[in-house]
């Protein structure tokens, strides 16, 4: 079963270390072109700010990059793609400014500094777990729709909308490693004469327990 660990959306974070500020921002991103796009619009709105320093990390090609905008070098770019890479999040990119606060940090304190501001922004975020998962749609008679319910309930998938027409449709998500069990369930309840339409295939952040 295909993972990967990313953010679910945009994530902000504060914090203060000897009366320098640092600002964090995160957001998801699927390209090295989206990440820049990013990266340049923080920049932007801080350019009043002693250093807009800029990290990503791209699942698509394995493509991540740094900068420490003119802080010591491997003090403030390389911690805060450190912070992504060890917790594994792909598709994202963070922006942590930095307001100088007339006092110097060190090289210990700046590492500090910015990997705390990256963590904070990420956690705001939500770090979530993509996972490879189906869609269908399954319709029903009305007679039959409490017992297709009732088992759809023992199973590890999460039912989604339902439409009450003629028929009822019932769209149902599973991880991509429990489809064959699924289908092979609901055609055992159909007996043959099941209408089981394949939807999508697509990385979501599912969570349903096994």
Do not use: W
């Not at 900068?67 to 999040?89: H, N, Q, R, Y």
């Not at 963070?94 to 705390?116: D, E, K, P, Q």
């Not at 489809?179 to 349903?208: D, N, Q």
């Amino acid at each position: 079963m295909e993972q990967y660990t990313t953010i679910k959306g945009p994530g902000e974070s504060i914090y203060i270390e000897k009366k320098s500020r640092f600002l964090g921002h995160c957001a998801r991103v699927t390209s090295k072109a989206e990440a820049i796009e990013y990266i340049n619009e923080i920049k932007g709105i801080y350019k009043d700010a002693s250093h807009n320093v800029g990290a990503y990390n791209i699942r698509t090609g394995n493509i991540n990059h740094s900068s420490d905008d003119g802080e010591p070098s491997g003090t403030a770019g390389v911690p805060v793609l450190e912070t992504l890479l060890k917790a594994g999040i792909v598709d994202a990119a963070v922006v942590v400014t930095r307001y100088f606060g007339g006092t110097l940090l060190g090289a210990g304190g700046l590492i500090r500094a910015y990997s705390t501001t990256a963590s904070a922004a990420l956690r705001d975020a939500e770090i979530v777990i993509m996972t490879q998962c189906v869609v269908y749609d399954v319709v029903t008679s009305y007679p039959s729709y409490d017992k297709l319910l009732q088992l759809l309930q023992t199973m590890p998938l999460t039912i989604g909308e339902r439409v009450f027409l003629d028929t009822v449709k019932i769209q149902i998500v599973a991880k991509k490693e429990n489809e064959e069990t699924i289908l092979r369930e609901l055609k055992e309840f159909y007996r043959g004469t099941e209408v089981i339409e394949f939807i999508r295939e697509e990385f979501l952040p599912y969570s349903i327990d096994e």
